[in-house]
């Protein structure tokens, strides 16, 4: 990347100071684009969630990886629930969504309280496995919450042969007039899938491990037996490992990475979090293939305002991204995102993924429950890594006192509400806007894959009312 008129500004920047403007391009659609990462972990979209409790759980997984991205389970979980989840995402379908299942004698209460945690909006009625009934949230308006679900689901509905070719699924669903219909192998239901979904993956590739089965990622901190917890891990099949603490530039940190480093073999090995190259440079020396950028951004995070460290992310990112890519290594972006454009901007800087937290709570998907703020409007709860909150999980097996201790460095927020935006309430409809973005941001660099955004992007910097300016006006002035 280069500054317009090679003016480099002489203070840091972070994504809303800069824009982009559009190069000479002989890329004819934004379907040419390849966002395979060239970090080489096996996404083919550059969305990773951020390991944090409140959003990145077993279905949020699921779903993103089968999109091509990859969700990061937190250190906090403990090792065999994650090798549990890890099982389960690996047995999920690379095509079709999980349904959400229940017997006809099932109630209505059951069925809406089960219909939150996923986007489709359906519960298949099943019977001896095979889809007797679909029951939709309309259909469960207006009776009593003890209705067996055998009173009001469709009875013997279409189902979709598995193997189906997707643009066939499209056109026969779209002529029912239906959104979603379960998957058989013979009378057996095997997934579920939507007229999204269809589309979906006929426009994305899964992000796969060797063996074809979705990708898994999961996180340690730098306390405690750091390589026994590492090994334990990969013994249950997670693909990536990420070593994270918020002071990536600490000599714990680099002694973590070199154990994990030692037990990890060909497991690509993720650390951080740093701003600055010399950071870079250390963990990269003590075995990091990715090093994770960000101090302060995140949308929980109250870093910068209790201790003014930090650095503002578009800068840190650039520099990280240099100095790993001298090494033959590479960067992603932690924290701070909240639009498409931010994701452009960061795989600009240099960045080979960029990591998002926040922005993914407010899903059906995130680990969280749904709540209903009394207006109508659904939202989830959502709380920072070093918050109060999660220091007393993460401390539960310590004494009191120094339980109390660590609660004295809270860096976060303990309680936030993350609406779900009525017109992508699912997370896969925030990566159908990201990749969207991403796909027609590189088309206006000229670009073709992620390196080509990188190399090409030209950046300028813009005042306060220039980012204005780019916002959309829903209102008259
Ligand atoms: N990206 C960011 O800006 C930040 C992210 N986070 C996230 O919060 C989660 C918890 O991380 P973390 O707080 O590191 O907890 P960890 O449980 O990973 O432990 C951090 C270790 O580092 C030591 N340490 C030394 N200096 C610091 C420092 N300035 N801040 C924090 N620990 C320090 C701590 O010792 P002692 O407790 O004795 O000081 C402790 O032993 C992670 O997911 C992390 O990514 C947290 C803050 C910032
Ligand atoms: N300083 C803190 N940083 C935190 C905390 N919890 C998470 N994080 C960091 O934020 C990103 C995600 O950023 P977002 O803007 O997408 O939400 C995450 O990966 C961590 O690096 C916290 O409590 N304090
Ligand atoms: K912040």
């Known amino acids: 990347m280069r500054f317009l008129g090679d003016r480099r500004p002489d203070h840091d920047l972070t994504y809303s100071d800069v824009f982009m403007v559009p190069a000479h391009s002989t890329v004819g659609s934004r379907l040419e684009v390849d966002l395979t990462t060239p970090d080489?972990?096996?996404?083919?979209?550059?969305?990773?969630?951020?390991?944090?409790?409140?959003?990145?759980g077993r279905r949020m997984?699921?779903?993103?990886?089968?999109?091509?991205?990859?969700?990061?389970?937190?250190?906090?979980?403990?090792?065999?629930?994650?090798?549990?989840?890890?099982?389960?995402?690996?047995?999920?379908?690379?095509?079709?969504?999980?349904?959400?299942?229940?017997?006809?004698?099932?109630?209505?209460?059951?069925?809406?309280?089960?219909?939150?945690?996923?986007?489709?909006?359906?519960?298949?009625?099943?019977?001896?496995?095979?889809?007797?009934?679909?029951?939709?949230?309309?259909?469960?308006?207006?009776?009593?919450?003890?209705?067996?679900?055998?009173?009001?689901?469709?009875?013997e509905p279409l189902t979709i042969p598995a193997g189906?070719?997707?643009?066939?699924?499209?056109?026969?669903?779209?002529?029912?007039?239906?959104?979603?219909?379960?998957?058989?192998?013979?009378?057996?239901?095997?997934?579920?899938?939507t007229r999204k979904g269809a589309l979906r993956s006929a426009i994305y590739a899964p992000a796969v491990d060797s063996a074809g089965q979705l990708l898994t990622a999961a996180a340690v901190?730098?306390?405690?037996?750091?390589?026994?917890?590492?090994?334990?891990?990969l013994a249950h099949g997670v693909d990536v490992l990420v070593v994270d603490t918020a002071h990536g530039h600490q000599e714990k940190a680099v002694e973590a990475v070199r154990a994990v480093r030692a037990v990890a073999g060909t497991t690509p090995v993720v650390a951080g979090n740093v701003v600055t190259a010399e950071g870079t440079r250390d963990l990269v020396e003590a075995g990091a293939d990715v090093v994770k950028v960000g101090v302060g951004p995140g949308a929980m995070c109250t870093t910068r305002m209790m201790t003014g460290v930090g650095r503002p992310q578009f800068s840190a990112v650039e520099e990280c991204a240099a100095a790993a890519r001298e090494l033959g290594k590479h960067v992603w972006a932690d924290g701070g995102v909240k639009h498409p454009r931010d994701v452009a901007l960061a795989l600009a800087a240099g960045a080979a993924n960029v990591m998002i937290g926040s922005w993914f709570a407010g899903t059906y998907e995130s680990a969280g429950d749904l709540y209903d703020d009394g207006t109508g409007r659904k939202y989830k709860e959502s709380f920072g890594m070093a918050s109060a909150r999660a220091v007393k999980a993460r401390t539960a097996t310590q004494s009191g006192f120094d339980r109390a201790r660590a609660g004295l460095f809270e860096e976060g927020i303990s309680s936030s509400r993350m609406y779900l935006d009525p017109a992508r309430p699912g997370v896969e409809d925030l990566i159908d806007q990201i990749v969207a973005g991403v796909r027609s941001s590189a088309t206006y660099a000229g670009a073709r894959t992620v390196d080509e955004l990188h190399e090409r992007a030209v950046l300028g910097v813009q005042s306060a009312a220039g980012y204005e300016e780019g916002r959309p006006q829903p209102t008259s002035w």
């Not at 550059?46 to 990145?56: D, E, L, Q």
Request: with cysteine; hydrophobic share 45%.
């Open 40 to 56: 080489r972990v096996g996404t083919t979209v550059p969305i990773v969630v951020a390991n944090m409790t409140a959003i990145s």
């Open 61 to 155: 997984a699921e779903t993103v990886a089968r999109r091509g991205g990859l969700a990061v389970l937190p250190q906090d979980i403990p090792i065999d629930v994650v090798g549990e989840v890890v099982s389960w995402v690996k047995s999920r379908h690379t095509v079709y969504d999980t349904p959400i299942t229940l017997g006809p004698t099932s109630t209505v209460a059951e069925a809406l309280s089960l219909m939150g945690k996923r986007a489709h909006g359906v519960v298949v009625v099943v019977q001896a496995g095979r889809p007797v009934g679909v029951v939709t949230d309309g259909a469960c308006q207006g009776v009593d919450r003890f209705t067996q679900l055998s009173e009001v689901m469709t009875p």
């Open 221 to 233: 901190g730098i306390n405690g037996d750091v390589a026994g917890k590492a090994e334990a891990l």
């Open 164 to 193: 189906t070719d997707l643009p066939k699924v499209f056109d026969v669903l779209s002529a029912e007039r239906i959104s979603a219909a379960p998957v058989v192998d013979g009378d057996q239901l095997v997934g579920l899938i």
